[in-house]
């Protein structure tokens, strides 16, 4: 009964204003006083970040702060896949026939995720990791390969949390949040970036809207108070390291895998 209930309000929770209120309130100078409680509350390490707490001026400016310089090393490689955010990674593994297995108890279709994409034909036996940013995590969103854009698309949708409760408890939420979805081509084959919004503020916004290429690790995206992001690897074009594992955490930079010549 208890769960129906917060499903219940879980729904109802998910509307659109709801989102613009409390972004409204986040991108607010009345919410920069906020911002040690916030610190204090998820136990953020402020050092990393680029400027000193006082300098941001409002609570979204400090949860889509940029870091240090130095502070996230990129794996160096001919043909690495590294992780493109700071994350716990919820699932990770192959994608069999076009469904993402086990994923917090429940399956996923690449067809949904991907918006039915003719792009999803490349997914549908591929890699795939599912990658939950915490609001202790760093938001900003990296290249994870070396290449061009080929497409991008938004697509408009809820604002259901993606902690565990809304992955545990809520249907299909990866498929039914907004998700903004990066493809890039690079040398030994295609991957999807999808960024996938979350409650309270659904808003993910590229870093330069203009570019169309990225080295390895270049500034991708960010999340305004979400989220999760899904990495899906072409099919036959990927070998993922040995000593990963689901629930394991991950940062940005960090070598997720070998990207190989694409077998037919």
């Known amino acids: 009964m208890i769960r129906k209930l917060l499903r219940l309000m879980t729904e109802l929770s998910s509307r659109k204003w709801l ?27 402020a ?33 690495v896949l590294t992780s493109p955010v700071d994350a716990k990674i919820t699932a990770m593994g192959e994608i069999t026939s076009g469904t993402i297995l086990n994923v917090k ?15 999803l034909e490349l997914y549908k036996h591929g890699y795939v990791f ?3 940013l915490s609001p202790t995590d760093y938001h900003r969103i990296h290249s ?25 408890q809520m249907k299909s939420v990866l498929c039914r949040n907004e998700r903004l979805i990066t493809y890039i ?17 659904s808003s993910i916004r590229y ?20 989220s999760t992001v899904v990495l899906l690897i072409q099919d036959g074009a990927f070998t993922p390291r040995t000593d990963l594992q689901t ?14 010549p694409h077998k037919s």
């Open 47 to 79: 050092h990393e970040a680029e400027k000193e707490i006082y300098e941001y001026r409002t609570l979204n400016d400090f949860f889509s702060r940029r870091l240090k310089p130095g502070m996230r090393p990129v794996h160096e490689g001919e043909h």
């Open 185 to 201: 081509k690079g040398a030994l084959g295609e991957v999807a970036v999808v960024k996938v919004g979350a409650m309270n503020v």
């Open 105 to 119: 108890g429940q399956d996923y279709s690449v067809a949904e995720l991907l918006n039915f994409s003719p792009h």
């Open 207 to 226: 870093d330069d809207e203009t570019a169309n290429s990225w080295r390895n690790g270049d500034p991708l995206a960010y999340f305004e108070f979400g």
């Open 130 to 132: 599912v990658l939950y």
């Open 144 to 168: 994870p390969i070396t290449g061009v854009k080929v497409e991008s698309e938004h697509i408009k949708g809820r604002c259901y949390p993606v902690n565990e409760f809304g992955m545990t």
């Open 19 to 45: 989102s613009s209120m409390m972004g409204r309130f986040s991108h607010s100078r009345l919410s920069r006083g906020v911002i040690p409680t916030f610190i204090k509350s998820y136990q953020i390490p």
């Open 247 to 260: 629930g394991d955490h991950v940062r940005m930079g960090q070598l997720l895998g070998q990207l190989q």
